[in-house]
């Protein structure tokens, strides 16, 4: 039988799935695209959250299984944590056009649903990938000073009042910043370091 959660989350699955709407629905079907809902555990301590999905991502309906996908395996396995063990998700659930970056309408459109995901699977850490998550997540908590930027902000601890209790923020580059950029690599690296402070029972 499948968990109260699981059961949830596959309800925000198929309202996703016919989400008419949205003004990236279209560009879905006529592309033979799928929503990229979220993977992983469903009783992940920590839940990384990226942009919206790319090419790869829209065609097999998985988040991060492209090249930036590749480095986020890399950097998991650097703290020895194994993918399946955590839950990864993005604030847009749709490819937006030739990748460009998302609209504030389409953050909005979709932004529920994340704000949904947390509140099922309540995770200790909201591990943000590249501004646009961590934004969007720090002003959702309240946390957000004006002018913030990820350049001060990235691997430093940030804590939230959540609907479940308290989390703890912790911004991250993108993983797209490690694929031509190696010391945007060394940068990550050192970032993810901060994340084994929350690895409990390992
Ligand atoms: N970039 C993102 O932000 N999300 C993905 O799922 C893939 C690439």
Do not use: W
């Not at 590749?70 to 847009?92: E, F, H, K």
Request: hydrophobic fraction near 35%; charge should be neutral; glycine fraction near 8%.
């Amino acid at each position: 039988m499948s968990s109260d959660r699981t059961e949830q989350l596959r309800v925000i699955k198929d309202e996703l799935l016919n989400l008419t709407e949205s003004p990236l629905y279209d560009y879905r079907q006529r592309n033979n695209y799928f929503p990229v809902i979220g993977q992983g555990n469903h009783y992940a301590e920590i839940m990384f959250i990226g942009e919206a999905p790319g090419k790869n991502e829209a065609e097999t309906g998985r988040p991060f299984c492209g090249a930036s996908g590749r480095v986020l395996d890399q950097l998991l396995a650097s703290i020895g944590v194994p993918r399946p063990d955590v839950y990864v998700t993005n604030i847009v659930k749709d490819r937006p056009p030739n990748n460009r970056d998302p609209l504030k309408t389409e953050i909005d459109l979709y932004a529920p649903f994340l704000e949904r995901q947390i509140d099922i699977i309540q995770p200790r850490v909201l591990a943000t990938l590249g501004r646009f998550s961590m934004e969007f997540i720090l002003r959702h908590f309240g946390a957000y000073r004006s002018g913030a930027r990820i350049s001060q902000l990235h691997g430093t601890v940030i804590s939230v009042r959540v609907s479940y209790g308290t989390a703890s923020v912790v911004p991250l580059y993108h993983p797209a910043a490690a694929l031509y950029n190696a010391s945007q690599r060394g940068t990550l690296e050192d970032d993810f370091q901060v994340l084994t402070q929350f690895l409990s029972g390992r």
